[in-house]
């Protein structure tokens, strides 16, 4: 009867399982393969689209993607600007602070540096600084709102550098001209390295021209899972896009600006300046790889370890009649039969 | 007399150290939890401060934070002004390089191309590039030492993106001035946004003042070590300083600098331009991140590699007592009976 | 007879792979010894050398580290310029698209935006935007060939912050003029952290001057593996070298360019704006590291896992005799005996 009990024990507690894990770690987590985690990337990005903006106070302006694009240099990570707002011909003297009182004791000021003259005319401190300052006030609506029709075309090359295989995002499709119309859609066009950015942005589950007034964050995932033993054609780019900047305590306010300036000379050699307090959207483009392929060592120890499992069961039987069952002592007994 | 001997190094090897392991496997490794070490990361920074430097050879300057954050786009490496060369209204022309004779035979100029002619009054050769040059002497004190009272406001919004969980810096206090007007400190106000650039110098061990005159560079690193089966209000991040430029090997100098040049154009359409030679701190931030959260597979594969761990000391008794003792003959008879 | 079986592939099962395990465990692999994968690294670039460009269209042009290094301030991944396009003067106007017939019916212009008017005079539509537009052609030499003896100085800064380790790829030679001078070399001047442009892209397999006119991208690889158990002298910085960009579908046109514009303003207050369209070179420094030192723990670990495995031997050897071999059920009978 014991046996039974025991060989049935080893019979559920090894073959069963073992089978299926061996199963599990040969077949599901391909443990036959050699894997590599770290993927080589290199991405460049273009922007292209221009947009005409012409407001009251600054004239019409020509935004294209060597304006918008910041930095222009194609990289990996770039802002696209959605919105400004200009201070032109700012000269550095005195002027009156913009009346933001709460900071009046503060050390520094954001835009010049305090005189300890206080002005009635405006009833705020005056400043030694580039004047006009900017005005305070935040934007309502994007301006470069038709933004949303650019489109941001990426080139990402990766390799794994311990199989010696390479590709690119650019698939080789036989048809040049669909790779330079073409508009990534994840069902349609899957492969397609084109991107409006309306969608991009919608794509996140949030609206482009919402984001475009004050600005946001957005991620873009690329991975590469390969599976080496296939085709070569069987590696493939799958595209991603999350929001960033979520914040879940909407009390902070959110967003993306910052502020640069473009420096000029008068014929007389003084300098004056425009300032761009630019809103928009910031994209990081994040590349993630691994690729697996057949060899023999992670085999062998695959196989061994699921041995080694069934050896586990086999102590486990043991232990359960042993220590566990009724009959333990009179099992143990025999177990440790005494050594005369 | 011998099975007490084996039990009792059964007991030994199995039970005792087994619970331990199988205890710090599942208690102190968390041994029971799914693990998500990669993290998604957006960090977006904002400077604040003015300085007006007023040097007698370029004249009273104003540095906003659109002139000394480099790049001024809010990106997660930036690098601050702290010290710089001005040199004024270059024309592109011939003129007498600044003496480092120890260089005249190379075939680069850092400032122009050779000419050939060597010019008498200054002993030095004549190059065709911007002239005047820059003069080659060393910084002695940090023209923008007041620098050390900017802020750094650091917004950094995480994700795991196994569990769904983000989170952001910037922690729910239901102050929103707190916020805004805080100063981190690792004892009174860890989780504050906000450092003050002297203090995160020195937090690294070293002064800012010194650092200022010919720069260095500076890594924040921001920790996220989140058991999830916690409340979301256990996640935080932990705010760490290094410098990243300390050279053991003194003889070579440390420091940062860069030349950027800015250009105008006169009347008659000729080019001239002002260089810079900026010596500053580069910030690096690093976000690092790992999560738990209870999970049945690693939770079973903890326990049963525990039990595998038992069979070894179970093994290794049998090895003991077979290959090592003295009565291991005697005993080896008894395991291996002699099958008629 | 079937003692001496079990006997013999015991020890063929157990003792000669476990000693090959172990020893491969231990001193191939390390196992006494606790890793670190993760490196902190900065890293400083420094680009020395000018070029005197002069076409007939924009005149002599002398570039600078502070021109043809795009962002200027000595970054991780920068791009250097080796060839360009100049479109001076442009002025916000109407004008000529230069022909593209194919595009002419996209909602997008490049350059601007279509007026709706179609010149007769070149046959292509109308813009508003700069004005004259940049000339679609392709360049066929590198303006900046000299470029190829340009000199990167890369400084690395490293730190395996677990074994509080830190060193940079600068060296102790107690020769400081050998530092300024010399020029990598893998044999020669392995440690030398200057490499020449052409050098450096001969190494990855292809040919500067090529690479020169029309861009591409090449990753600099630095490896720190070090034995932390060996004096500090033998953790030494591996570079290599690799194009990233080797698009092996032909049919898309590689290369790296973008541009960018310099904006000036008359006296009239008037913008007006140079547009250069750069080509170059992307260089990606990418630093990897993992160190090993001595620990206890893993040693124990490493030694426990070649037990179990013995441990699975044995097993398998018992598993072997019972199910497989013709005299099972016999051997079967001796193993489990009848309790009665």
Redesign the interface.
Known sequence: ???FC??NCQIKLIENPCVKILRWVLIYKKGYQSREE?V???V?T?L?????TNNTESG?H?W????YV??????Q?F?IVTNYIETP?QR?GFCAEVSEKQYCGS???????KTGVCLNSTGTCEI???CPVETGRKPLVALLSKAE??TIYI?N?I?FPKFEF???N???T?N?SY?KRCSYDNVLHPYCPIFRLGDLVSRTGHNFQDMAVVGG?V?I?IEWICDLDKDYSQCNPAYSF?R??????S??TSG?N??????????T?NSYRT?YKVYGI?F?I?V?GRAGKFNIIPTVIAI?SG??????G???C??IFVYMLSTSS??RD?K????K
């Not at 910041?70 to 990289?75: A, L």
């Open positions: 009867m014991y046996i025991i060989l770290t080589q990337s290199s460049i273009k292209k689209g221009v947009v005409m019409p020509l294209g993607a060597e304006d910041i930095p222009p240099s194609g990289e990570v802002f011909n550095l050390f520094f000021f954001r835009t010049g540096v030694h600084g580039w029709n650019f080139k090359f390799r390479s590709k690119s650019i698939l080789d036989g040049d790779l964050s991620g995932l999350t960033l900047d979520i914040n879940l305590n009390s902070v993306y910052f502020r640069y300036a473009r420096y000029y000379k008068d014929e050699g300032l910031r990081d994040m993630n061994g041995f080694a499992i069934m050896g586990m086999k102590f486990a043991d232990m009179f099992y025999r440790f039969e005494i050594l």
